[in-house]
């Protein structure tokens, strides 16, 4: 006889962390959007198909939706209070994923500009920003 007392016993690994399913996808080229899955496992796209077969532990309906990779913001001033807001969620929720900033002449670093540039990164290293900054 066979006993079924954990539930644990039948968990089936996901593949992913993340799918996206049947997104319009805008891949960056300028290409047309086309119909696809993106399968997201850490921080890296694992898989783009038009059906990726594998479950994510979790996934997202995106059928009549845009899916495009984040956003470059070439002139950004997104850096103004990201030491009171790590998450920089007024930059995130654009979909904006890099920020370059100090593009004005001037820039968060002051001083001898080797040195205090190494700071500054060093310092922005150790907020873990929700975003990539480039100066």
Avoid: W, Y
């Avoid at 993106?38 to 059928?63: K, L, M, Q």
């Avoid at 950004?76 to 030491?83: L, V």
């Amino acid at each position: 006889m066979l006993a079924f007392g954990a539930p644990s016993l039948f968990r089936v690994r996901a593949a992913h962390d993340l799918v996206i399913r049947g997104g319009t996808v805008f891949d960056g080229t300028g290409a047309d959007g086309r119909e696809l899955d993106v399968a997201v496992a850490g921080s890296t796209i694992s898989e783009v198909a038009p059906r990726v077969t594998s479950r994510g532990r979790d996934e997202i309906d995106a059928r009549g939706l845009a899916v495009s990779p984040g956003f470059i913001d070439i002139h950004s001033h997104g850096d103004g209070n990201m030491f009171e807001d790590p998450r920089v969620e007024s930059v995130v929720r654009q979909g904006i994923t890099t920020i370059v900033a100090g593009v004005d002449g001037s820039s968060r670093a002051s001083g001898e500009a080797e040195k205090s540039f190494a700071l500054l990164f060093t310092s922005i290293d150790q907020l873990r920003p929700g975003c990539n900054v480039a100066s």
